[in-house]
């Protein structure tokens, strides 16, 4: 895997001020709590990248929490629905939340649990 570049701004640094993210597909993200928001744009890309209808996978793997908006169910465990094992089942067609991480995330201590993050720290020689 390549590693994700900075964004392209003036300072240099991606918005969370990590220069360099290389993602290991642990899964640790995928087992952190909170909300996947799911857009039209995912429901139709993750349900075609399964060959499913649109509408099979909102009522399989959505459920609605926050009006108007469809999340990504979870399993008992608090895992993303979509996670086998430590990897993402879908990968290269994941939500538009999911393929922001970490740059559209706001994250304390990201390095404390993020294993892509410890590895470009120990690559780079960053704290």
Known sequence: MSPVRPDNNNS??????????????CGVCCRWGGYVYVTQDDVKRIANYLFMTEFAFVNTYTEMIHRPRLTLKTKEDGRCILQEGDTCSVHSAKPKQCAGFPDLWKIKDIESFCNGYKRSSEDTGRP
């Not at 240099?12 to 597909?25: A, K, L, M």
Request: glycine fraction near 14%; charged fraction near 30%; proline fraction near 0%.
């Open 12 to 25: 240099g640094e991606r918005s969370n001020g990590v220069n360099e993210f290389e993602c290991v597909q």
